[in-house]
């Protein structure tokens, strides 16, 4: 049975954490996205795989973090 290939989205995403916190959200995000600058990630990304990110991200993050 063939399966038709995964479809690709565009994501742009943002955070702000706090200064102690970042390398863990960047570490995270590097390995679905491109590292454009500072806080600002994109790239090309499956349902799937977004899905993914965002579970990983949802078990280091609190209260006051914020992601776009």
Excluded: C
Excluded at 22 to 46: A, C, M, P, W
Excluded at 47 to 65: C, F, W
Aim: aromatic share 10%.
């Amino acid at each position: 049975v063939l399966q038709a290939p995964a479809l690709m989205m565009f994501m742009l995403m943002t955070y702000d954490v706090e200064a102690n916190r970042t390398s863990r959200f960047r570490k995270i995000l590097r390995r679905y996205l491109n590292h454009e600058q500072y806080s600002v990630f994109t790239g090309d990304i499956t349902e799937a795989e977004a899905i993914r990110l965002g579970q990983e991200l949802s078990l280091v993050m609190m209260p006051t973090d914020w992601i776009t």
